[in-house]
DNA sequence: ACGTCAGTCTAACAAACGATAGGTTGACGG
DNA sequence: CCGTCAACCTATCGTTTGTTAGACTGACGT
């Protein structure tokens, strides 16, 4: 059973050890899909490391408990999409086409590929001890999206928080319901729901 | 361990039993607890069988397996939020208002008591045999907002199926980060939603 | 008074779970 | 060539999981 065991490095950078770390992302790729697919409880280590080609006890040498590469999961996926909105909005001139922007960049990194973005979950009670790590990492993607809305002229009777929950909210639906087909992409969806709030502006007048 | 044991049926209601039938919403109500706080795997047959007071055995007169139960606890919930809402609208004159109406019934729904509903829900393929039923349940539910929206008079760039998904959307993230504060209330976040999408109307021109 | 039967408990099953301890491998520096 | 150590495997632990078979209990109709 020639597992491919023991190290394989080839030409290898020295110093430090990146074949660990190569590890470590496969890893985290893996058990982003299960953790999106079957929630935390659904995916079991031996499933994480078998789609990882490990043996499930391989596993406790990168990560200490299934709680931590959680963790691990969640965080990097958060700070996947946010990179991927600090890079879609770079030069990007005007408050809409800004929030636009990032909204693509959301749904599309939160949508495309495998499936790989856990934002979405529920945290359950057997997490409640990593809560507050997992918070703040939501936290910071929201607040650079509160950046984001901030310019925007809203009408007085909007609050911009609840605003931001909206969007969100809207954006973060899609991983429920979307299907990639031939006749809408990721894209598209962000460009709806941004496209629906651009008539929330001042000058306008609510329906009645 | 004088637990309850056999019936205790007092004064009883002859001919069909209705013992049984209130066991089962009893079950029905604990296990919408459960599920919705730690999802389908995360709840155990022994958390929700204790909660009803019954030992883990006791379940399997009720409901012939753990899968069936949750589409019974689903099934329940989504019939409970679209009598709701159609309580809501009752009456209601105006596309806006009965809009509204739903979306603050849906919301309250959701949101107050014991959390009880699990319409967020991305099912694990463990539910892949039962998905079919699901999916339709909760179809039942979207059309009823389709009925509501269509008579909308939205801009001719409006999705009216996309229009639907974002407006659930929204509402459904509340269950994520809503919790019960003295100044906000389930009502005052389906309120803000659709004040939000008054300004999709007609008349208004989107911001650029 | 008696049999029936709904409803619950008891006790157990095999399977899967997260986790651990210790052995094995092979690339590396000296 | 040898010792080291990262990386992985093996085997196993105790627990919990969903589920089942069968015994029990007590209210009911007759």
Redesign the pocket.
């Known amino acids: 059973?020639?597992?491919?065991?023991?190290?394989?490095?080839?030409?290898?950078e020295?110093g430090s050890?990146?074949?660990?770390?190569?590890?470590r992302k496969q890893i985290l790729t893996e058990a982003g899909k299960l953790f999106a697919a079957r929630g935390f409880?659904g995916?079991?280590?031996?499933?994480?490391?078998a789609a990882t080609?490990?043996?499930?006890?391989?596993?406790?040498?990168?990560?200490?408990?299934?709680?931590?590469?959680f963790v691990a999961v969640y965080d990097a996926n958060i700070r996947m999409v946010s990179e991927a909105v600090r890079r879609a909005i770079e030069g990007v001139e005007g408050a809409w086409a800004r929030l636009e922007a990032a909204a693509i960049a959301h749904c599309e990194t939160l949508l495309t590929g495998d499936r790989t973005a856990v934002l979405d979950v529920k945290f359950p009670p057997s997490l409640l001890g990593v809560r507050p790590r997992l918070i703040q990492s939501r936290d910071e993607h929201d607040r650079l999206f509160d950046s984001l809305i901030e310019p925007l002229e809203l009408p007085d009777d909007i609050n911009r928080n609840l605003f931001r929950l909206h969007v969100l909210g809207a954006l973060n639906s899609a991983v429920i319901w979307y299907r990639p087909s031939s006749h809408m992409s990721p894209a598209d969806v962000a460009r709806h729901v941004i496209g629906v709030l651009r008539y929330v502006r001042k000058g306008n007048t609510p329906a009645t």
Do not use: P
């Open positions: 059973m020639a597992r491919s065991t023991g190290r394989m490095r080839k030409d290898s020295r050890d990146a074949g660990a770390a190569e590890r409880e995916a079991s280590m031996r499933e994480i490391a080609g490990l043996l499930s006890g391989s596993l406790y040498y990168h990560f200490a408990s299934k709680e931590e590469l």
